[in-house]
């Protein structure tokens, strides 16, 4: 299953039933998780740990160094959970010193043809990232979060849970959880109903996020004040204590 033209350094540790494709270039310090396929025409650096059962397609760097001024070489990791697909082209640096000293992509998530994740930045899980959407240094990408094509993400900017970033939207704040966002730059729109019915929230649910994001978004009060309000009410399953909590954890302000 590792084709005889792949050119794979010998410390590279394999898993079980891992497949490589010809002409792919595997250096020293990584790891590949069992029932991991890789395709032709990648190149993969370390220090790098894929997990198992990832698909990774043609024409793929995974683990490259960043190209931020700031890093000089210093050694820094990229760990990859299991079961993502990262399709053609894709980018994926790893972490600085300055910053976390890692880039982490958890379980489950689809990076499609020509995306990039930048230096010191974190994925979660279930997350999409459609063709040619970008995350800068130091984001976070929720779970569940879907950034549209041409998407972009400023650095140290946070997407929350079940967010959606609009097509060719600049996020240039935080994006609160379970919020549409769209333009440039980027506005919220509404909750992200769409993605809750599709992902089995119930109805209630969803009612009860509409209502907060009226308060927040169009109750024509301070946010502190805003938040004060939806703490009085009942929760649903923690719905509410997710959106407050990704607006609380914000440190560059809300993406209004």
């Not at 010193?97 to 979660?124: C, F, K």
Request: aromatic letters at 6%.
């Amino acid at each position: 299953m590792i084709d005889s033209r792949a050119v794979i350094d010998p410390s590279v540790r394999i898993g079980k039933d891992v497949s490589v494709g010809p002409f792919t270039v595997i250096g020293p310090d990584v790891s590949i998780g069992e029932g991991t396929l890789v395709g032709s025409h990648n190149v993969i650096k370390g220090p790098t740990e894929i997990g198992r059962n990832n698909e990774i397609f043609q024409f793929a760097t995974i683990g490259e160094a960043t190209p931020d001024l700031k890093y000089k070489g210093e050694k820094t990791t990229l760990v990859i959970g299991d079961n993502n697909t990262i399709r053609e082209g894709v980018t994926i640096h790893r972490g600085t010193v300055q910053g976390r000293g890692e880039t982490r992509i958890g379980d489950h998530n689809l990076i499609m043809a020509y995306a990039h994740v930048g230096h010191d930045s974190v994925i979660g899980n279930h997350a999409i990232m459609v063709n040619n959407s970008a995350l800068a240094g130091h984001v976070h990408l929720g779970d569940w979060a879907i950034v549209a094509a041409y998407g972009g993400v400023q650095q140290y900017c946070s997407v929350g849970a079940h967010a959606f970033v609009g097509g060719f939207t600049h996020i240039n704040k935080d994006l609160p959880a379970f919020v549409l966002a769209s333009g440039i730059p980027a506005s919220a729109r509404m909750i992200n109903v769409e993605g809750l019915k599709r992902r089995d929230f119930s109805s209630e649910q969803i009612k009860l996020l509409q209502k907060a994001y009226r308060i927040v978004y169009r109750g024509g009060t301070e946010l502190s004040k805003s938040l004060e309000e939806l703490e009085k009410l009942d929760d649903i399953r923690g719905v509410l204590c997710e959106f407050i909590g990704s607006i609380r954890r914000s440190t560059r302000g809300i993406i209004r």
